[in-house]
């Protein structure tokens, strides 16, 4: 069942028209989510079930990997730069990754996606419009899974794991005293961003504070109601229940 | 959302020029730059695409010819944020006069006609400020074309279009796409009242007319001189130039 492609503002106009075969999900949530716990898992038990999938993550383009290190390291950023130099890894990544994925048939398991633009850059500044419009270019995804965590348990899960970074606790806006009172009062604003994005964006909100197989239980069901079942595995299942010995 | 339609509030002021290649907009920059350093103001001069923070990934991006229409005009837009930030602002922020060769203009014009939708390309610079005098310098395409391929040996990729597939040769690709940005900057004469300079007047006779409009735009500028501008007029007075 091909789709057509929907955008969230005016799209890839310049694109020959194409139709989307597989499917895109997204994991957002907070540092120290276990995002990618969770997306580990998924990968491996869609693959099992007999679907390709293609992993995208934030700023992990091979275009702009380099300049966001390069601005990272120098903190050298401004507010506009900041999100602009993420919506240009994500539109590389888009184009020359998620869309010939979903165009062949693949899943796309896409670890933060345009949310993660939005509540940063609206922590950064008033008008939450701009971000939306830079971005008017992105699918629409199928599924969008948010693993709600809350600070208690953020913060030591964001220090066991290597400890809090300049740009994980905001330092760029000042948003404390200390590198720890900065990050606490900037998590707390992505929370809350996030929450409001949840409830305008539709996203499947799950308790990141449970178990991590309880966790990966939820996510597999909502995935479940997207990818149903591969034609394969439906024919197979037929095949046996006909009684004829499957062929070589 | 407003295009960058309000006037700006920093003591300095913003002057920018457009036009397609082969216009002469940066001969005509650098001879008011001279003019003005030569009536003791301090200027600021900043160009198009030149930031450090993407010079690298711009060039490699477009060596390796994977930009896509949408990257293009992002990566152009994050160099622009960045010199606003550290080229453009503190400058009018200090009341100096900031020269711009090409500005967001540049992008409404060439990322449209790479396929970008025109009001997605204007949202994305919403953030940029408003100019206190926009030169567009018009030009026949076949002047502007004459102009570069008969100074220039090598157009570059870019340059002519060539990604976009125009035409095989080089230089009629170079001149379908710039007569393709020529039309884009004619509809925005009007939409920004960009100050159109003729450009097939002799360099002086344009030089005159764009140090007439500054002028006026200049009136009730308090003139921050610094020490390097004051030894600037010093130079020029010595071989009496007014």
Not at chain 1, 234 to 244: F, G, H
Not at chain 2, 36 to 50: A, D, I, K, P, Y
Not at chain 2, 121 to 145: H, M, Q
Request: proline fraction near 3%; glycine fraction near 6%; aromatic fraction near 12%.
């Amino acid at each position: 069942m091909p789709n057509e492609p929907k955008y969230f503002g005016e799209g890839l106009a310049y694109l020959k028209p194409f139709s989307v075969k597989g499917k895109l999900i997204v994991i957002e949530g907070t540092d120290g989510a276990g995002r990618s716990t969770q997306i580990a898992l998924l990968k491996n038990w869609l693959e099992v079930r007999g679907y390709a999938v293609v992993e995208t993550g934030w700023a992990r383009s091979t275009l702009m990997h380099k300049s966001i290190e390069l601005a990272k390291s120098g903190n050298i950023m401004d507010r506009m730069t900041f999100s602009l130099l993420y919506a240009t890894d994500f539109a590389d990544r888009l184009e020359n990754q998620i869309i010939p994925a979903l165009k062949s048939g693949h899943i796309v398991v896409a670890d933060r996606y345009v949310y993660t633009a939005f509540v940063r850059d609206v922590v950064r500044k008033e008008d939450p419009q701009w971000i939306r419009n830079v971005f008017g270019f992105a699918l629409v995804p199928d599924l969008v899974l948010y693993l709600k965590i809350d600070m208690d348990t953020l913060i030591p899960r964001a220090i066991e794991s290597g400890g809090i970074n300049y740009w994980e606790a905001g330092m760029d806006i000042h948003m404390g005293q200390d590198l720890f009172d900065s990050f606490v009062n900037y998590q707390s604003r992505l929370i809350s961003e996030y929450d409001t994005l949840a409830k305008e964006f539709n996203f499947e909100v799950i308790d990141g504070t449970k178990m991590v197989d309880e966790i990966q239980e939820k996510i597999r069901e909502k995935v479940k109601e997207i990818v149903g079942k591969p034609k394969a595995a439906v024919k197979l299942k037929e095949m046996s229940e006909t009684k004829e010995e499957p062929k070589k | 959302m407003p295009i960058f339609d309000k006037k700006h509030d920093y003591p300095g002021k913003l002057i920018i020029v457009e036009g397609i290649d082969g216009s002469g907009k940066s001969t005509q920059i650098a001879l008011l730059r001279k003019w003005l350093e030569s009536q003791g103001f301090s200027v600021f001069f900043t160009e198009w695409n030149s930031s450090e923070l993407v010079k690298e990934t711009t060039k490699e991006g477009k060596k390796k010819n994977i930009l896509t229409p949408t990257t293009f005009s992002l990566l152009h837009a994050t160099d622009f944020a960045d010199r606003l930030n550290y080229q453009i602002v503190p400058p009018l922020k200090a009341g100096m006069i900031v020269l711009a060769d090409r500005y967001a203009y540049t992008a409404f014009a060439r990322d449209v006609v790479r396929g970008v939708h025109p009001q997605w390309v204007r949202n994305l610079y919403s953030f940029a400020i408003k100019p206190d005098i926009s030169f567009y310098f018009d030009v026949p395409i076949n002047i502007a074309c004459d102009r570069i391929l008969s100074n220039r040996t090598q157009i570059k990729f870019h340059e002519a279009g060539m990604d976009l597939g125009f035409s095989a040769d080089i230089k009629d690709s170079f001149r379908i796409f710039q007569s393709k940005i020529l039309e884009e900057y004619k509809k925005m004469a009007d939409e920004f009242s960009l100050t159109t300079i003729d450009a097939t007047f002799e360099i002086h006779e344009q030089q005159e007319i764009v140090r007439d409009a500054v002028k006026e735009a200049l009136k009730g500028y308090s003139k921050k001189r610094t020490i390097y501008a004051k030894r600037a007029k010093v130079f020029w007075r010595r071989f009496s130039v007014s």
